[in-house]
């Protein structure tokens, strides 16, 4: 069974950074994108930043460039969320969703809270 689980939320003030961790398991193979995406109660979730299987692509909402970076260690079967400049309109629940070539799914974690304030 695949599983995810982020890590690394936490209270942070503007203009501090987190590294978020997205931590799979269940899958014998590297080979799946992985996004992070954001949601305040009330919203949509958002798109923050994606990557492909073999890292050759990254994608982020324009919000977040220059300030988020989305890296993988397959070796540790992990995805991440570094973020630096954090501003107040970053706080949110922060999860990982995993699309592998096989088996067949979308997978989710459950979330972790970033929450920016001085």
């Known amino acids: 069974q695949v599983q995810l689980v982020e890590s690394g939320g936490g209270s942070v003030q503007p203009g501090g950074s987190l590294r978020l961790s997205c931590t799979v398991s269940g899958l014998t193979h590297s080979m799946y994108d992985v996004s992070w995406y954001r949601q305040v109660p009330g919203r949509e979730r958002d798109l923050v930043a994606s990557i492909s299987t073999d890292a050759g692509t990254e994608k982020y909402a324009d919000s977040v460039k220059g300030r988020f970076t989305i890296f993988r260690d397959d070796s540790k079967s992990a995805v991440y969320l570094q973020m630096t400049g954090l501003k107040p309109e970053d706080t949110a629940v922060y999860s990982c969703?995993?699309?592998?070539?096989?088996?067949?799914?979308?997978?989710w974690g459950q979330g972790t809270q970033v929450t920016v304030s001085s």
């Open positions: 969703k995993l699309v592998p070539v096989w088996p067949a799914g979308t997978y």
